[in-house]
């Protein structure tokens, strides 16, 4: 048997395993930034979102996040229990679920504003490693 066959079922040779083990370290430091204002990551991504668009729709929301429905009616609730939102038929069509961010959500910005600053800082990347892994991840995300 070519014991070379297998050599591609090695964890050292998965590109997934990297992208898995990053990503959770990095959520991993946003943890004590988020907990002084309350949220949790994918709260966090989801208020991200909404401080910049102020209105949309859970399925427009869903696929800035590459979140399914599973996972975001849980968020949209908890963060509505939390007063950072509203949610709201659409008047044009029913089917629809609007969601917006309330006057609340908005002055939640003003405490989050610096974490990005904070994460940059545990990362050790410069500017260009930074900005040339962003391109990648986006890259591959693009074509998944």
């Known amino acids: 048997m070519d014991e070379n ?26 943890k004590p930034f988020l907990d002084k204002i309350d949220l949790t990551y994918t709260q966090y991504i989801a208020m991200m979102v909404l401080w910049e668009k ?16 599973g996972t ?23 089917r629809n679920l609007i969601v917006e961010i309330t ?3 908005e002055k939640l910005k003003e405490q989050a504003v610096d974490i990005p600053m ?5 990362t050790n990347l410069s500017e260009e490693e930074a900005m040339l892994l962003y391109s990648l991840l986006y ?5 998944i």
């Open 5 to 30: 066959r297998y050599e591609v079922l090695k964890l050292k040779n998965q590109l997934c395993f990297p992208l898995y083990a990053c990503s959770r370290e990095v959520v991993k430091r946003y």
């Open 54 to 69: 102020k209105s949309l729709n859970v399925k427009e929301l869903g696929e800035c996040l590459y979140l399914d429905s």
């Open 118 to 122: 904070q994460i940059a800082g545990c």
């Open 103 to 105: 006057s609340e959500g």
């Open 139 to 143: 890259k591959i995300i693009g074509r």
């Open 72 to 94: 975001l009616s849980p968020l949209i609730k908890k963060l509505e229990v939390k007063g950072l939102i509203t949610r709201k038929r659409s008047d044009k069509d029913e």
